[in-house]
C-alpha cells in the first residue's frame, strides 16, 4: 500500500495527493512563514498569472512596508493545465475561468493594464492607460504570446467545428471549440493533424496529451479504423527528455499514429483543408480533415523592446537574459524572472513556475536583509502526460534530462497509470490554486 504520510512530505509534492490531500499538502508545504522583513522598497510585479499571482502573495507575507505592485489587463485569470481536458470533452470552458483579483492578497496594487513601455535603466514602466510607475526591483511574469499571425492563412475565427480547426492553447473558450472539432472528427473520421511549433513553448507535452487522448476517444467511440492520425514532429524527437522520447514512440507505434520529422506548419487552407509544412527539404502539403493549431511562441513586444531579453540566444523569440539557477537577470541585478519569459534550457509549465518562487522570493528578500541568497532552481519540470482517459506518465524532469521523479518506488515515471491521471485530472487544480495563495 502507498505511504501517504511519505508522499505528503516529499520536496518535490507539487503534483500533490489525490483530491483532498492534494490541498492538504499544499497548504503544509508553505509551513510556518518566517518573520517579515521590514522594507519601503518598490516592487513592481509585470502579469498577474500563476507567477506573478503566488509571488505576490508570498512577498505580502514576507516584507513588512514594501510596495507591492501587480500588473496585467486581463482580468479572467486562466487555469491553463485544464485546456486540454477542456480540449478533450472532460471539462467546460468555464473550468479553467476566474477572477484575477480574487487571488490577490489585500495590501497591495493592482492595476487592470498592460505594460507599454519597460525600461530597465531608468527603473520605469509606463502602461497602455499612460500610468509611470516606476520601481526598485522588477519581477516579470508576463508569460508568452501565441504568435497566431505566423501561420499564413489562419485566423482565430476559424476554430470549431464548421472548419476541422482547433486552436487549444488560445483560451479556455478556443479549448472548448477545439473539443467541438475534434468530437466531430472522431466520429465522421479522416485525416487529423497535430504538431508543435518550432519555438520554444509552454507545456511541450500538450500537444503530444492531445493526439493521444485523440486516438483513445477514436477508439473508444468505435471509429478507429475510419481516423488516421498524423503528428508533426519540429524536430527529430518527440520529446527533449530521451528516455521520455524512446517511450513515446514506443506508445505511437503500438496505437498505430504516425510522426514524421522536422515539419513544422506555416499556412493552411482552410477552403480546400490544406495545410503546408516546412521541411529540410522543401514545403510540404497534406489534406486533412482536423488540425490543431499551435503557433510560434515569443515573449511580449514590450518585454522584446526593454533590452532583457538574450542577445545571441531565441533571438526570434526575445526569452529575458536570468541566470538559470538564481532566475536573476544577468545584466539588471535587480530584475527577475518567473515562468513562460525566463530564457532558461528548461521549464515552461506551473510545476516549474511552482520551484521558481522559493528562489526568487529567496534572492529578493535576501538583499532586502543585507545578505546573499542561497536557494538555486535546477530545471525541475513536470509534465503530467496523458496517454488515454484515465491513464498518465508523471514525467519529472531537470536541466540535465534525468528524471526526478517525486515518488520514487511508487509511481513509475514512464508506466501508464490511474493514479498519475488521478493527479492530473483530480488533483492539480487544488494545488495550483493552493500555489496562487502563495502556500505550496
Not at 198 to 203: L, Q, R, V
Not at 237 to 245: R, W
Not at 286 to 292: E, G, H, Q, V
Given at each position: 500500500?502507498?505511504?501517504?504520510q ?6 518535490r ?5 489525490a ?15 518566517a ?7 518598490r ?13 505576490a ?9 514594501a510596495?507591492?505592485?501587480i500588473l496585467?489587463?486581463r482580468?479572467q485569470?486562466?487555469y ?19 477572477s484575477?483579483?480574487q487571488?490577490?492578497p489585500?495590501?497591495?496594487t493592482?492595476v487592470?493594464?498592460y ?12 502602461t497602455?492607460?499612460?500610468q ?11 508569460g ?7 501561420i499564413e492563412?489562419?485566423?482565430?475565427s476559424m ?6 480547426i482547433?486552436?487549444?492553447y488560445?483560451?479556455?473558450e ?22 508543435r511549433?518550432a519555438?520554444e ?6 500537444p503530444?496529451?492531445?493526439?493521444m ?23 527529430t ?8 522520447d524512446?517511450r513515446?514512440r514506443?506508445?505511437?507505434t503500438d ?33 486533412y ?19 532583457l531579453?538574450?542577445g ?6 526575445g526569452?529575458?537574459?536570468v ?5 536573476r ?7 527577475f ?14 510545476a516549474?513556475?511552482?520551484?521558481h518562487?522559493?528562489v526568487?522570493?529567496?534572492h529578493?528578500?535576501?538583499e ?9 532552481f535546477?530545471?525541475?519540470t513536470?509534465?503530467?502526460?496523458i ?8 514525467i ?11 515518488f ?12 498519475s ?10 494545488t ?9
Amino acid at each position: 500500500m502507498m505511504d501517504l504520510q511519505k508522499l505528503a512530505t516529499n520536496r518535490r509534492g507539487f503534483m500533490g495527493l489525490a483530491a483532498g490531500g492534494s490541498a492538504a499538502f499544499a497548504m503544509g508545504a508553505a509551513g510556518k512563514p518566517a518573520q517579515a522583513q521590514r522594507t519601503n522598497a518598490r516592487i513592481l510585479i509585470l502579469g498577474a498569472g500563476a507567477g506573478g499571482t503566488a509571488i505576490a502573495n508570498r512577498l505580502s507575507e514576507r516584507l513588512d512596508g514594501a510596495q507591492i505592485t501587480i500588473l496585467d489587463g486581463r482580468p479572467q485569470h486562466w487555469y491553463q493545465p485544464g485546456f486540454t481536458l477542456i480540449a478533450s470533452g472532460l471539462r467546460k470552458a468555464d473550468y479553467a475561468v476566474s477572477s484575477t483579483q480574487q487571488w490577490l492578497p489585500r495590501g497591495i496594487t493592482y492595476v487592470n493594464e498592460y505594460a507599454a513601455e519597460l525600461d530597465p535603466d531608468a527603473n520605469r514602466v509606463t502602461t497602455t492607460g499612460g500610468q509611470r510607475i516606476e520601481y526598485d526591483y522588477l519581477i516579470v511574469a508576463t508569460g508568452l504570446v501565441l504568435d497566431w499571425d505566423a501561420i499564413e492563412g489562419f485566423d482565430l475565427s476559424m476554430a470549431g467545428p464548421q472548419n476541422g480547426i482547433a486552436a487549444h492553447y488560445a483560451s479556455p473558450e478556443h479549448a472548448e471549440l477545439s473539443w467541438q472539432a475534434l468530437d466531430k472528427f472522431t466520429d465522421e473520421g479522416g485525416v487529423g493533424l497535430f504538431g508543435r511549433p518550432a519555438t520554444e513553448m509552454k507545456c511541450a507535452g500538450a500537444p503530444l496529451k492531445l493526439v493521444m487522448l485523440a486516438e483513445d476517444i477514436a477508439t473508444t467511440k468505435g471509429n478507429r479504423s475510419k481516423c488516421e492520425f498524423i503528428y508533426n514532429a519540429q524536430a527529430t524527437n518527440l520529446f527533449g527528455v530521451p528516455i521520455v522520447d524512446h517511450r513515446v514512440r514506443q506508445i505511437f507505434t503500438d496505437r498505430d499514429i504516425a510522426y514524421r520529422w522536422q515539419h513544422v506548419l506555416k499556412a493552411i487552407d482552410p477552403g480546400t483543408k490544406q495545410a503546408t509544412y516546412a521541411t529540410p527539404d522543401g514545403d510540404v502539403t497534406t489534406a486533412y480533415d482536423f488540425i490543431n493549431v499551435i503557433p510560434p511562441q515569443r515573449a511580449p513586444q514590450v518585454v522584446r523592446e526593454s533590452g532583457l531579453s538574450w542577445g545571441d540566444k531565441w533571438t526570434d523569440q526575445g526569452w529575458i537574459e536570468v541566470d538559470p539557477h538564481s532566475l536573476r537577470h544577468r545584466r539588471y541585478p535587480n530584475v527577475f524572472g518567473i515562468g513562460d519569459i525566463n530564457g532558461v534550457p528548461k521549464g515552461k509549465t506551473a510545476a516549474s513556475v511552482k520551484w521558481h518562487q522559493p528562489v526568487v522570493e529567496d534572492h529578493l528578500v535576501s538583499e532586502l536583509a543585507g545578505r546573499e541568497g542561497t536557494k538555486f532552481f535546477d530545471g525541475y519540470t513536470s509534465c503530467p502526460m496523458i496517454t488515454r482517459i484515465g491513464r498518465a506518465m508523471l514525467i519529472e524532469f531537470d536541466y540535465n534530462d534525468r528524471l526526478v521523479p517525486s515518488f520514487p518506488g511508487v509511481i513509475a515515471p514512464l508506466e501508464e497509470l490511474w493514479i498519475s491521471w488521478l493527479m492530473k485530472e483530480v488533483a492539480l487544480k487544488a494545488t495550483y490554486n493552493a500555489m496562487l495563495r502563495g502556500r505550496a
